[in-house]
């Protein structure tokens, strides 16, 4: 069965500094991966995917993640981030299509002025 | 856009009652799933389903049950309501074939 590892809980960062959020899968043949963001008293809103072809993918907000298959990763990343971007964020993995998402279990970023 | 809608955002329901917890998806999607959102622990799978009067357990579904009657809904039943089940449920959808999931509100129950 799948996994996810999310390396940090929480993450503080200044707002306009670069931030990464981190992400480990356990390894599978083939897989889709997923980031969610979580605002206060929300759902889940997707912020991207990945699900094959270029390893690099763009999604909402100016957020962008590298699939990084011989490290089995996932790195969310901003180059800037804003007070806006404080929520929580988590990855998700599947390893075939129509199967439920397997969530890791959040990091909480927080932006400080 | 996808909508999925659960019925309460907010529920307090004292130990022992049977708690009803709705959600109504409008986009035709063949699959839907109940998650529990807990501080620390993330999201964990509780039931889905791939079609109408159709179930499976995920990886909790100890004290919970599910009703899919139709298409568009799908129902998460607690039984005999324990205190901990205090917590964030989550309600998703997704079409077929797909692992793309779409949430809705969120219903934060606490039990008493």
Redesign the interface.
Known sequence: AQSVT?LD?QVPVFEEAPVELRCNYSSSVSV?L?W?VQYP??????LL?Y?SGSTLVKGINGFEAEFNKSQTSFHLRKPSVHISDTAEY?C?V?D???????????TRLSVIA | DVK?TQSS?YLVKRTGEKVFLECVQDMDHE?M?W?RQDP??????IY?S?DVKMKEK?DIPEGYSVSREKKERFSLILESASTNQTSMY?C?S?A???????????T?LTVV
């Open positions: 999310q809980s889709y997923f969610y008293n929300q759902g889940l809103q997707l995917k699900l988590f998700a599947s075939k299509r129509n199967t439920p998402l397997v969530f890791g279990k959040g | 999925v955002r699959n799933f998650y620390g622990l993330g999201l964990r799978l889905f791939y995920g989550l998703a997704s077929p074939r797909s692992t793309e999931a779409f949430f809705g509100q969120g934060r």
